[in-house]
Structures are given as C-alpha cells and as structure tokens.
C-alpha cells in the first residue's frame, strides 16, 4: 500500500438535476489518513462521496486523484486505486457472501485472467477481517442487516485498493461491532497506510477515530482539521442546530459532545 494517492476536488458544485447541493467547495484529503465528514441529513455528505468516486458527475468544477480528472478515467482503472462502499448497497439476488466478497477482486483481473491464488487470500483475509467466515456460504439477502453490512465491508476490504471510501459503514451495526469495524480500519489505515473517507452520523466516533475530520453546512464547508479545531460547541450549534458542551473523552482523549436536552436541563433545576 502507499500513501501519495492524492484526492482533491476543486470549485466543486454538485447536486441532481436542478437541485444543487454543494456549491463551490475546495478540498483536499489528506493522504494515509483517517477522514471523517460530517453534517446535518441532506447536506451532502453522500453525495460528495459520490462525486469523488465518479458515480455522480459535477455540475462544475473537478475532482482530481493524482492530478488527474477522475470523472475521465475509466471506472476499472479507478477501481484499481479506489474502493466505495455506498450507503445502501445492493446484491443480486441469490448471490452468496464468498461471491460477493470475490467481486472485490475483480478490478485486478484482466478480461482473459484467471483467478489467482493472491485473489483467494485476499477474500479470505477480507472475511476473517470482518469476522464472516461463518457466513460464507450463505446468501447475503438471507442476512441479518448487520451481518450484511460487514459483508459489503469485507467486499471493500477485498479490493485492496490504497484509498476506500464508506459512507455510513457502521449502518446497521449495535454498538460492539461499530466499534470493531472502526478499529479494523483504524488498523487498515495504520498498518497499510490506506487513506479512508468516511461518513458517520455519530460526532463523538467520529471525533475518536479522525486524524481529519470535515464538517459541511449550507452547501459547502464549514470546518475542517482536527477534531478539537472542529468539534466544538460552536460547530455543533451552526452545523445541527443543537446546544452542547464539548468535553475531553477521558478513554480517547478527544473531544467528547454532550447535548444539552432541555428536559434533562429542567429536571436538573428542578432537582437543585
């Protein structure tokens, strides 16, 4: 694996028909690190991902890997370098989890090509990852939504590409395997130097595991960098309209969101 892919968009406005949803956004993902977006629903967020990885073209401006225009390469040169897993995936029916997990494999195969030993240990590393062994010869629309989340991981996880993109990939997920399937990237990033994007809808997992974390609100960027640059009461009220105090994680140490109810708040006045 490597880290200097590079991944920027610039003057980016996107959006579906004439319905614009970013406009004019700058941004450049930092290389071999953990990048974390975040926002209220409908800012954007999977659609920006979307565009990044050329399934939704732009309404002006350009996404750039490697300097190079994504929205011209060809979808299997890009697969090659850059994996997605998008927010509600969708299997054919009937197909079972070691052929949808084998699928990952593809982008490495030429239209004569065989498969290959290497193809087998990447399934099978892939599977072990996200801890689907088990599951291997069921059919994936026979799952659980859990269980077929972290199979459409192990799919992502099998293509071995040096950048992946997840938007959500803790849908689904109780609260243990959220936390095992972002240690498991948190692993990939750091043992592989693969560079991850990702869109999570709770603050304080994402403030633990981002090296960068971003923040979109009206159509473009609101904040960027660290999670204590980002992550403050401030954003939280601008970007979600939510009161909050901001504290330090005593287990990451790293900025922890509180929200403020107000039946909590009167309760406790209540109380004193």
Known sequence: MTTTHTLAVEKLTIGYGERTVITNLDLAIPPGEITVIVGANACGKSTLL????????????????????VHRTSAKELARVMGLLPQSPLAPEG????????????????????????DDVAVAAALEATSTVELTDRAVDELSGGQRQRVWIAMALAQQTDLLL?????????????IEVLDLLTDLNRDRGTTIVMVLHDLNLAARYADYLIALADGGLHAAGSAEDVLTADTVRTVFGLDCQVIEDPVSGRPLMLPIGKHRVRAAQHDG
């Open 95 to 118: 197909i079972t989890v070691s052929e949808l997990v084998g699928r990952g494999r593809h982008p490495h195969q030429g239209i004569l090509s065989r498969w290959k030993t290497e």
């Open 50 to 69: 979307r565009s990044m990885s050329r399934l939704l073209a732009p309404q002006s401006g350009r996404v750039l890997l490697d300097g190079k225009l």
């Open 166 to 178: 997840l938007d959500e990939p803790t849908t689904f997920l109780d609260v243990s395997h959220q």
